[in-house]
């Protein structure tokens, strides 16, 4: 989302300086066994800033293209322990800069209690909410896909099969769209620290358990 950090520039990063067939970054993904590309080498959009977050469309992978400054604020918090980290090069007009690439290798999907959880679609032709459930990440993913009723999925509760989750302050997490999910007290820090180019979404997602 264009952010006034950004000059209303989406996204900031808009090439790889390395072409596509031999970019590693191409060929990150979510999944361990990544293998550490030699070098990362962007190219930020000239009419942008540089920002602590910065919005790319060059990675397929899900994660975070952040500062030295936003990394060292959220090393000290409890990420998910399933994670990668890269240095990459940005260039900007005449610098080039140093940032951190934070991949996630897991998706925590497989946590969600399905049965529990009721979803919810937001109709963008009708302007209306409808609630529903979902019998796995893939009975999900196809309501989000169904052409025939365009809209956008969203949870307000959440029932998780996994305790250890609640310990978390950082975790991916689909559901109907890629989710970085962040704990209140990490937001709070990101806050105090003055980090510019990233926006939390307001709706607050609850967590239940329901398991053993």
């Given amino acids: 989302m264009p952010h006034t950090h950004t000059r209303n520039i989406y996204p900031q990063i808009f090439a790889s300086m390395i072409p596509i067939e031999f970019d590693p970054l191409m060929q990150l993904s979510n999944k361990k066994g990544n293998k550490a590309p030699e070098r990362f080498i962007l190219r930020m ?39 990668e980290v890269y240095q990459v090069k940005i260039e900007h007009k005449d610098k080039v800069m140093d940032y951190i690439w934070l991949n996630p290798t897991k998706d925590y999907e497989t946590a969600i209690h399905y049965e529990k959880t009721v ?9 209306t909410t409808k609630e529903f459930r979902a019998t ?26 996994d305790k250890s989750l609640f310990e978390l302050d950082l975790f991916l997490m689909y559901f109907g769209v890629d989710e970085i999910l962040i704990s ?12 510019k180019g990233f926006e939390v979404n307001r709706e607050h997602v609850l967590f239940g358990y329901e398991g053993n």
Avoid: W
């Fill in 184 to 195: 209140k007290a990490l937001h709070k820090s990101l806050l105090a620290a003055k980090l």
């Fill in 45 to 83: 959009d000239p009419r942008t800033v540089a920002t602590d977050f910065v919005s790319q469309s060059c990675i397929r992978a899900r994660g975070l293209l952040i500062s030295p400054k936003a990394y060292e604020v959220i090393s000290t918090f409890n990420i998910q322990p399933d994670h």
């Fill in 136 to 161: 796995n990440a893939k009975d999900l993913a196809g309501q989000l896909l169904d052409d025939t009723n365009p809209g956008r999925i969203f949870c307000r509760k959440i029932f998780l099969n």
């Fill in 119 to 127: 979803f919810s679609k937001y109709d963008f032709l009708n302007e």
